[in-house]
């Protein structure tokens, strides 16, 4: 089993940066998969946010965060880390950490799901 752990949420007001953060923990984990941030805002589906390789060396963003958000893992590659600057009223959502991905912005792809961590953003 592989457990995903989402932390760093909470209300921020607009143009303030939050990081967040995913703790991958089971015995199955490996610190080769893609690990990768979701969100999903009221009365909408959850989109893709951004993916790391397992190395890090590879990102992928949504075009509605890049320049904003970074993605980006520890040492261990077993927890991922999604800084978020300039937050606008939009990226309120719930954000949830997936891993296990073979297509890093398709969700249908990952494994494993976190339980997600709200972000909410005030004007």
């Known amino acids: 089993q592989v457990q995903l752990v989402e932390s760093g949420g909470g209300l921020v007001q607009a143009g303030d940066s939050l990081r967040l953060s995913c703790a991958a923990s089971?015995?199955?984990?490996?610190?080769?998969?893609?690990m990768a941030w979701f969100r999903q805002a009221p009365g909408k589906e959850r989109v893709f946010v951004a993916a790391?390789?397992?190395?890090?060396?590879?990102?992928y963003y949504a075009d509605s965060v890049k320049g904003r958000f970074t993605i980006s893992r520890d040492n261990s590659k077993t927890t991922v880390y999604l800084q978020m600057n300039s937050l606008k009223p939009e990226d309120t959502a719930v954000y949830y950490c997936?891993?296990?991905?073979?297509?890093?912005?398709?969700?249908?792809?990952?494994?494993?799901w976190g339980q997600g961590t709200q972000v909410t953003v005030s004007t």
């Open positions: 997936a891993a296990g991905g073979t297509v890093q912005y398709a969700q249908e792809s990952y494994t494993y």
């Open positions: 089971g015995r199955t984990f490996s610190s080769r998969y893609v």
């Open positions: 790391s390789s397992w190395s890090a060396g590879t990102t």
